[in-house]
């Protein structure tokens, strides 16, 4: 089965799309949707709070708490991040128990959306702004339900103290004198990582994740923790790192950063949980995130759904996240995802 980036019908308006959100299945959640946007604002704002689990930058959840509550003073957002294999379990529990705390969640997991597809985990999205022409709903939404939020792709970072001539190509970081100084993410749990290690070791040359790990790198739990050490100087270098790199690069933090030839790349999606305690706020969330606002908090450094969004985006590209695709699904189930990691094991942690 080929990706499921399963392109809504046509859903033209506002009515059609609220009545399907009404014939959806799953749990029930915390309230009842209202009727038109303007009224379901208005619901929103009487639940006055609003919780995401998301897997996406530290920095860039708090930019969206932020913007997020000066658009909408009324509602209290709260975030919970942490990696897939923190959040995933949280949310499977809370749809199966109809006690839900969260009510958006946001993940890179292909293989996991395309399950929760066929498990009604979600409801329909229907804020207004998803209709939007530069947001191309046909390309960006699917089933429906889970919408693109954000994407990234992973570069080569540098610290340009500790290592100043820097990365050119990932060849490079696996010279000899960056022998146990340079970061990498483990798998574990994270099935966006495996499907990462897999193109890396066709796009980066021969054996390259093997001879990665025979240059005997220091593992992190997560792309965001490998730009910390780096920004720190715990470590020097790494050839597979996300883009919040640049924002401690903004910060004043020493680090050099660069796009191979052929980068991995990753989209973060987004749905409503059924089990949303706040069903109204829900949907004015999610519809945030898809504005010129919610891009320019939950976006900075990052790729944007939107174009011309200040702060966004790759420096010298004008990529979308709608360029950057989902991994096909079916390479990512789990008893494969379970035998990649315990190969990734054997050759990184011995």
Known sequence: M???????LAVGGLLTSLTLTACGGGSEGGGELAGSWEEIVAAAEDEGEVTIYSTHAPDNLEL??????????????????????DILPKVEVEN??????????????????????????????VGPSFDEEAYDRAASVMEDKWFLT???????AWNTDKYPQGLK????????ELNGKIGVSNP???PTYVDMYRR????????????????????????VAIGQAIASGEIWASPVVGTTVLTEKDAGAPIGFGVPEKPFGVPWYSHVLASAPHTNAAQVLADFLVTPEGQAAISADYIPVLPDVEGTGI???????????????????QESVNAYQAEWEDLFLG
């Open 200 to 223: 890396i070791d066709v796009d980066f040359g021969e054996n390259y994740v093997e001879r990665l790990a025979e240059a005997k790198p220091r593992v992190y739990q997560s792309a």
């Open 64 to 85: 969206l708490k932020k913007a997020f509550e000066k658009k909408y003073p009324d509602i209290e957002l709260t975030y919970v991040r942490g990696t897939d294999a």
């Open 188 to 190: 574990a749990g994270i």
């Open 150 to 156: 954000s994407a990234t792709i992973f570069g080569m």
């Open 169 to 176: 190509t990932p060849e490079d970081a696996l010279a000899p």
């Open 96 to 125: 199966e128990t109809g006690r839900g705390a969260a009510d958006v969640h946001m993940t890179t997991d292909a293989g996991w959306i395309d399950r929760s597809l066929e498990a009604d985990y979600s409801v329909d999205v």
């Open 315 to 333: 420096p010298g590209t004008d990529v979308l996240a709608q360029e950057v695709d989902l991994p096909d699904p079916d390479t990512l189930d």
């Open 2 to 8: 080929k990706i499921k980036r399963r392109t809504a």
